[in-house]
Nanobody
Framework: QVQLVESGGGYVQPWGSLKLSCVAS????????MGWYRQAPANPREPVAT???????WYADSVRGRFTVSRDNTKNTVYLQMNDLKPDDTAVYYC???????????????WGQGTQVTVSL
């Protein structure tokens, strides 16, 4: 099993910044993908940014240029630096880790409990 614990959410005014952190523990594979999803009220959960152990990065179009994902493999920690925040960024942000599980082509995703980010005047 893998456990994920997020921190760093909170309240911020538009154009402000926040940095989220997520620490993974447990049975972590040497090759994995960590990242962030978010879910706003009445909306489905959507991917925000992901990063592999090798450093390959993906961003949603809505956050590219404003958010930066990074990781410290020695600490099994992923970060999300969020700049120029907008009210539309308000959501619960979830940390995720995906890694091989079972067969060679099988993957399993683990999720944190979520941290609230609120962007408002």
């Amino acid at each position: 099993q893998v456990q994920l614990v997020e921190s760093g959410g909170g309240y911020v005014q538009p154009w402000g910044s926040l940095k989220l952190s997520c620490v993974a523990s447990g049975n972590i594979a040497s090759a994995n993908t960590m990242g962030w999803y978010r879910q706003a009220p009445a909306n489905p959960r959507e991917p925000v940014a992901t990063i592999t152990t090798g450093g390959s990065i993906w961003y949603a179009d809505s956050v590219r240029g404003r958010f930066t994902v990074s990781r410290d493999n020695t600490k099994n920690t992923v970060y999300l630096q969020m700049n120029d925040l907008k009210p539309d960024d308000t959501a619960v942000y979830y940390c995720t880790l995906r890694q091989p599980y079972g067969g060679p082509d099988d993957q399993k995703s683990y999720w944190g409990q979520g941290t609230q980010v609120t962007v408002s005047l």
